[in-house]
Each structure stands twice: as C-alpha cells, then as structure tokens.
C-alpha cells in the first residue's frame, strides 16, 4: 500500500461511484463522497466507515462553480488537501436526435464535461502544491457512438480529449490524467436502461453479456478495481491513456 492521501469521487452516492469509493478507502486513502445530495452519500460513508476507512460526505452541484470551489475548500480544511480526483458524476437523457430537446442536450454536457472542468479545476492547485496527483475521468464505451445517445455519446468522447490535455498540461508537476471507459456494467443505470427499453433487467444482462468476449456485464468493482491502480504510486508513468474497462476491445 501506498502513501495515505485524500481523496474525491463524484457521483459516488450509488453504482461504480460508491464501489470506487469504497475501493480507495480500503486503498487507505481519506475519500470525500460527494454527490447531488450528501444526505444520499449517507450509505456509502457508512460502509467505508464501518470496515475502519475515513470518508466525509459532501454535497454539490458539480455544475455550479461556487458550489464546487466551496466543497473542495471544505474538504481540503476538513480532511486535508485532495491529491485524488475521480471524475464519476453523469446523468443521461437518452433520446433519439430528433426528439431530444435543448435541456436533455445541456443537462448532460453540464454534468460531465462542465462538471469534470470545474472539479479538475478545484482540486489541481492542491495537487500542483504536492507535487503528485492522479486524476481519472469517467468515459464510456458509448464516446464510441450509441444510438439515442448524441448528446452522452459527446460528453463521454469529450472528456478523452479533456484527459489528454490535462496529462500534456500537469504532467511537468506530478500528475497524472487518465480516463476509463466502462462497457456495460450492472448498475442502477443499466437497470433504468432496461425499464426504458421494456426488457427484463435479467434478459437485458443476458443479452449483453453475449456480445461481451468475457460472456458476462461487468460490476462496479470492476471499474474500482482499475481506478486503484490509476490512482497508485505505481502508475506514475501512465498518463493521457484511455482504458476501456469492458470485457473485450473497446468496441464490442
């Protein structure tokens, strides 16, 4: 194990944000778990707390600078200056293009590429001040092109590029960027997916794990699991890179 740092997961109430968490709390790291609403962060502080992990919950609208610059000041004060940044939060407003409206468009542009902006921006000047950090963005499998998805679809390519400027741009003071992008994986998410679509959650997983090379969906661990090795002392010469975490090529 490495040396205890702070760190942030957004979006970390629920699915792959509360798995990573939890991850990086057993990792040893103090980890703000901040969402929408901290009274929802309530279980996932419970959990780390309860298996001897130290977390604060933390809420935030990752859209609103304000609210953004002041979460990540109250977490520097309160638990010590963030070094690790996982940029998780998302929202989807899934529609085909000609039905999706400027809302549905906006909202999700909001949260994951504004919202990756303005959290990047927060917490880099703690981790410029330490000289290390790691930052790892969430992207999808979906920056590949997904039907009814233009506007995810965009955000999820867009924090790609987003990564490989931050690696180029921070690198010189001991930072990584990197980005993941997940396939499918079983969370409340997927699960919304399948209501939507009319299928059954369990005929939805079936379905998709027999396009997968690894014949089954992924888990939330699954994504924590790759987000510890990029936040550890010994990935320090991967920087700018894009995983796909999805059982197979990143294109099924």
């Not at 379905?207 to 090795?229: H, K, L, M, W, Y």
Request: proline share 2%; hydrophobic share 45%; charged share 20%.
């Amino acid at each position: 194990m490495g040396e205890s740092r702070v760190a942030i997961v957004t979006g970390a109430a629920r699915g792959i944000g509360a798995a990573t968490a939890q991850r990086l709390a057993k990792d040893g790291h103090a980890v703000a778990v901040l969402d929408l609403d901290e009274s929802s962060c309530a279980d996932t502080v419970t959990r780390i707390t309860k298996d001897g992990g130290h977390a604060l919950a933390v809420g935030a609208d990752v859209s609103d600078a304000d609210a953004v610059n002041a979460a990540v000041e109250r977490i520097a004060e309160v638990l010590g200056p963030p070094t690790i940044l996982v940029n998780n939060a998302g929202v989807t407003r899934d529609n085909l293009l000609f039905r999706m409206t400027e809302a549905d468009w906006d909202t999700v542009m909001g949260v994951h590429l504004r919202g990756s902006f303005l959290m990047t921006r927060a917490a880099q000047k703690h981790m410029v001040a330490a000289k290390w950090g790691r930052i790892v963005n969430l992207s999808s499998t979906s920056a590949l092109g997904n039907r009814g998805q233009a506007n995810y679809s965009t955000a999820k390519a867009g924090l790609q590029g987003f990564t490989r400027t931050l690696s180029v741009e921070l690198g010189q003071f001991g930072i990584t960027a990197n980005a993941i992008a997940p396939g499918f994986i079983a969370t409340e998410m997927t699960r919304a997916t399948a209501e939507r679509v009319g299928v059954s959650w369990e005929d939805f997983q079936q379905g998709a794990a027999a396009q997968i090379p690894v014949r089954r969906v992924g888990q939330p661990e699954d994504i924590a699991n790759t987000v510890s090795f990029l936040t550890s002392e010994e990935s320090g010469f991967v920087s700018g890179q894009v995983i796909y975490v999805s059982g197979g090529p990143g294109r099924r």
